[in-house]
């Protein structure tokens, strides 16, 4: 009757006592339950267990978590799902699976094309992990081909983009020159002083001088001192 019957005892919660459990037997089926039921309650509730853990998939890996992040950098508008080849490369460039001698740009380049679905422009997760098997071999030559795939993953797992929320200064083409006051001329010069500094509204407007000095003399204030 305990095995065939189809009434239920209803569900029984993981960790439970087990004595209200086997009294509910008792009052239900008005029968004393059989002396080894504790053990197959006990069982099937670690099956249950089991069975609810399995369902909720693995978590995600320290690998996967950074490949999402370089996936969504510089475009808001990503799922992290995908990742475009320039991404690729700044990954393994930050991560220094790309060293430029053993990886070099153009090996990630083709590895990339290599593993991406034809006609598309980004790669997923799986495919990501593809072009870890063909570059690994590269990056650490003598390993084994496992011992080099886990050593490149090591070099990745828990990083980021390596300049995310910091903003550089552009030094580059013309705004050094633009920048640098010992370069400017006529009214723009005279906006500044000889350190660079800026001289506020006496820069930019004529202050009468009631010094009694003209403007370009040099020696204000020395009479004084010498008389």
């Known amino acids: 009757m305990w095995l065939n019957s189809s009434r239920s005892l209803g569900q029984i919660p993981v960790g439970a006592d087990l004595a209200p459990c086997l009294w509910?037997?008792?009052v239900f089926f008005n029968c004393l339950p059989p002396a080894n039921l504790k053990q197959r309650v006990l069982h099937r509730s670690q099956a249950l267990f089991s069975q609810d853990i399995s369902n909720q998939g693995p978590r995600m890996s320290e690998l996967e978590k950074a490949f999402r992040k370089f996936a969504t950098y510089g475009d808001t508008a990503a799922?992290?799902?995908?990742m475009t080849g320039k991404n690729f490369s700044k990954m393994l460039k930050d991560c220094g699976v790309m060293d430029g001698k053993?990886?070099?740009?153009?090996?990630?380049?083709?590895?990339f094309n290599k593993v991406k679905t034809k006609g598309a422009r980004t790669i997923n997760f799986a495919e990501f992990q593809q072009a870890m098997k063909e570059l690994c071999g590269k990056r650490f030559k003598g390993k084994s081909p496992e011992e080099a795939l886990q050593a490149v993953y090591a070099l990745m797992e828990g990083k980021e983009?390596?300049?995310?929320?910091?903003?550089?200064?552009t030094t580059a083409g013309g705004v050094d020159r633009l920048t640098d006051t010992s370069k400017y001329t006529g009214s723009h010069k005279e906006r500044f002083d000889e350190s660079g500094k800026g001289?506020?509204?006496a820069g930019r407007e004529d202050v009468t001088d009631g010094?009694?000095?003209?403007?370009?003399?040099?020696?204000a204030g020395t009479y004084d001192k010498k008389h």
């Open 24 to 26: 509910k037997c008792v």
């Open 79 to 82: 799922t992290g799902n995908d």
């Open 102 to 111: 053993a990886v070099t740009s153009t090996d990630v380049d083709i590895v």
């Open 161 to 169: 983009p390596a300049n995310v929320g910091v903003t550089k200064t």
């Open 199 to 201: 001289k506020g509204i």
């Open 211 to 219: 010094s009694g000095y003209v403007g370009a003399y040099k020696g």
